[in-house]
């Protein structure tokens, strides 16, 4: 059953909040009602899935903590990095957001590997660095692509983290106990003017349906577009036919054009037939591309570009489809 605008309200005010005052001092790495709440959180979240259909398109994070400085939340992570929930900075407040499950990390593995075969000579990949977005907000993606050799940011110039490194070209976002809404919302963050994000992949895995079939989504945005914060291409490449609320979220809340979401349970707007299920590798519309200019942004080292590099990174959606369904025994 989806759930009403008050019952996502109360979801987003669930947990208790500290002052701004009491906030700033607070050392949130001792912080014994931080741990409480991160439990509460993790309760919540596991929740979510069970009680909620595709049909919901509001947001599921969670309120930690307000007046948060970036400089105290970053401490609180380097003390505390391994987490039961999945956490960000956002504009001082500390949201909960996402749980570690299988199917969440396989689907985020199985893109890395797949990038990692086609280029691991002029690519680093890595996971779950704690990114600075901005003056007070920060987050650690599933996923990051950056080239081997990108350059460091000079003194005074704004750096990925406290050590200075650069930022990485590509996030990887995926998204299972987090609406579509949430993860559509971080692409702002990534490519805040601060950082030099320049490709942002989304995948949304909903809850699997009665009869083994299960909605899967995948969105890719692209810091050069002339809009940068709607996605260049939607694909849907489950087995289910995406709700129609998730259908009216896409093309008119994220504002994709009809012709840019395509795939199972979409008609091709030139023909009026509809897409081929997604049932097996190399299927010309569930190959995203990643592309080159992007992904190697910056990086003078391995140009002239070879042929195989400038024709991108060509992802077979087929193969994140297989691993999120073997997560699910479906």
């Known amino acids: ?151 460091r940011p000079g003194p005074g110039a704004p750096a990925a983290n406290n050590l200075g490194a650069a930022y990485p070209t590509m996030i990887i976002e995926v998204g299972h106990s987090q609406s579509l809404l949430d993860l559509h919302r971080k692409v702002a963050l990534y490519f805040s003017p601060r950082t030099t994000i320049q490709i942002v992949l989304l995948v949304k895995i909903f809850k699997p349906k009665g009869n083994y079939t299960i909605t899967l989504i995948a969105a890719k945005y692209v810091r050069t577009s002339q809009t940068p914060l709607i996605p260049e291409q939607v694909i849907s490449f489950g087995t289910a036919t995406p709700h129609q609320s998730t259908i009216n979220y896409i093309t008119n809340t994220m504002g994709v054009p009809q012709n840019r979401f395509i795939g199972f349970g979409r008609r091709d707007p030139v023909t009026g037939n509809n897409y081929p299920a997604c049932n097996m590798a190399n299927i010309g519309i569930y190959i995203m591309n990643i592309p080159a200019n992007e992904l190697f942004d910056g990086n003078s080292t391995v140009r002239p570009f070879t042929q195989a590099i400038n024709q991108g990174f060509n992802l077979d959606l087929y193969e994140i489809q297989e691993a999120i369904l073997d997560e699910f025994n479906i």
Request: no cysteine.
């Open 1 to 151: 059953m989806a759930s009403t605008p008050g019952n996502a309200e109360a979801r987003s005010q669930v947990l208790p909040t500290t002052s701004t005052q009491e906030t700033k001092e607070l050392d949130l790495a001792k912080d014994r009602l931080l741990a409480k709440e991160l439990d509460l959180a993790k309760d919540r979240l596991l929740a979510l899935p069970q009680e909620e259909s595709e049909e919901y398109t509001g947001s599921r994070e969670l309120v930690l903590r307000e007046n948060v400085s970036l400089d105290a939340y970053l401490k609180y992570r380097e003390r505390d990095p391994d987490l039961s929930v999945l956490i960000y900075l956002d504009n001082g407040t500390i949201k909960a957001y996402e749980l570690p499950t299988f199917p969440h990390s396989r689907a985020s593995a199985t893109i890395k590997v797949s990038m990692g075969a086609w280029n691991r000579a002029d690519l680093a990949y890595g996971d779950d660095a704690t990114l600075i977005l901005g003056a007070n907000s920060s987050k650690e993606p599933d996923s990051w692509v950056r080239p081997k050799y990108r350059i």
